[in-house]
């Protein structure tokens, strides 16, 4: 087991340990990499799809992350259920 793995947070919605994932280069992230929640069951992505329907008329939700550089967390937007889980980088 990687001894660093008990270092990565938790989604406070779900409590799923959170993958870490590539930013893209004009992702406009101070970090290399972001933690994101990638459960397909959490309450928070799933609630988004509707929740962004209503607000903004787009079939889209959102995903919890955090930035492990400044503590800033908050949605991440995604348009499918698969949107972005290329980014995850394995350890």
Partial sequence: MNPEASDIPHCPHCFKRL?????PPDGGYDSEF???CFNDDCPYYIQG???MFRQYYVRASYRYRLNPLTG?????AVWSPA???DR???D
């Fill in 49 to 51: 799809w509707d929740w």
């Fill in 19 to 23: 993958a870490k994932m590539s930013v």
């Fill in 34 to 36: 972001l933690y994101v």
């Fill in 83 to 85: 949107a972005m889980k």
């Fill in 72 to 76: 800033g967390e908050g949605p991440i």
């Fill in 88 to 90: 995850i980088l394995l």
